[in-house]
């Protein structure tokens, strides 16, 4: 893996760093992880390194397509390693759990704009939104407990 690593980032026309192979694998390891939870788990792998050095190579891995990001709304930005489809995410309202969903119907671009103004659409983002089972139990539970 370490070796195809070398050579995904060399591709990308990036410098291979331990830092960026740290953040690649924790992305990895993690799939969905904020940026905060990707910086835990790269100082556990590598020792120190700065919030900021994360975040830039975050950015510049995401601008190089390496990894993607997705920001649901209300929530901090999340990074995955599942690039190059067009996939989509349920997320749970209450915990956040997120999972991946793939193309709702058809082929990618998996939607189709009632009117396309003109674009070649490449792309769709949809986020379903939702309780996961665990939450549901707990809501249950406590409004029984409030009841009884």
């Known amino acids: 893996m370490s070796k195809d690593l070398h050579q995904l980032l060399r591709q990308h026309g990036l410098q ?9 694998r924790a992305v ?17 792998a590598i020792g120190s390194i700065s919030r900021q050095a994360v975040y830039d ?6 601008d190089r397509h390496l990894v993607r ?3 649901p ?15 989509h995410h349920l997320i749970c309202r209450g915990c956040g759990t997120t999972f991946d969903i793939d193309c709702a119907v058809g082929a990618a ?15 769709a983002e949809v986020i379903y939104w939702g309780r996961c089972p ?15």
């Open 73 to 87: 709304a209300g929530s901090a930005a999340r990074y995955e390693d599942r690039v190059g489809d067009n996939h």
């Open 109 to 123: 671009p998996c939607l189709t704009a009632d009117d396309d103004h003109g674009f070649e659409i490449y792309e």
């Open 16 to 24: 291979v760093t331990a830092q960026r192979l740290a953040i690649i």
């Open 28 to 44: 990895a390891g993690r799939p969905h992880a904020t940026a905060d939870e990707v910086v835990e788990d790269v100082r556990a």
């Open 57 to 62: 190579s975050l950015g510049l891995l995401a």
């Open 69 to 71: 990001r997705i920001q």
């Open 134 to 148: 665990s939450c549901r139990k707990a809501s249950a539970e406590a409004t029984a407990t409030e009841q009884g």
